[in-house]
């Protein structure tokens, strides 16, 4: 089973920029970002394909970017344009795999 493994998150000031990276022990077919703040349900955020296909939710339109290394087996998630509302613990996933340890971004002043 591939394992998932997620980094780069940190305290930034609002309207800053963060890249999370998400390294996977193999390949795989699609990865999704997550998030999960405080008393909130978890949200996908963007996803990527192996062939590089993205999509995103409509909140990170414009500001995040997913991209993928294949060479590394690894997935990014470069956030700029930050917002309060954006901190939250955020994760890797693959489809049907399980959740990890996840990230966490704090947007604050």
């Known amino acids: 089973q591939v394992q998932l493994v997620e980094s780069g998150g940190g305290l930034v000031q609002p309207g800053g920029s963060l890249r999370l990276s998400c390294a996977a022990s193999?390949?795989?077919?699609?990865i999704g970002w997550y998030r999960q703040a405080p008393g909130k349900e978890r949200e996908l955020v963007a996803y990527i394909t192996s062939d590089g296909m993205t999509d995103y939710k409509d909140f990170v339109k414009g500001r995040f970017t997913i991209s993928m290394d294949n060479a590394k087996n690894t997935v990014y998630l470069q956030m700029n344009s930050l917002k309060p509302e954006d901190t939250a613990r955020y994760y890797c996933k693959l489809p049907a795999g399980l959740w990890g340890q996840g990230t966490q971004v704090t947007v604050s002043s």
């Open positions: 193999g390949s795989f077919l699609s």
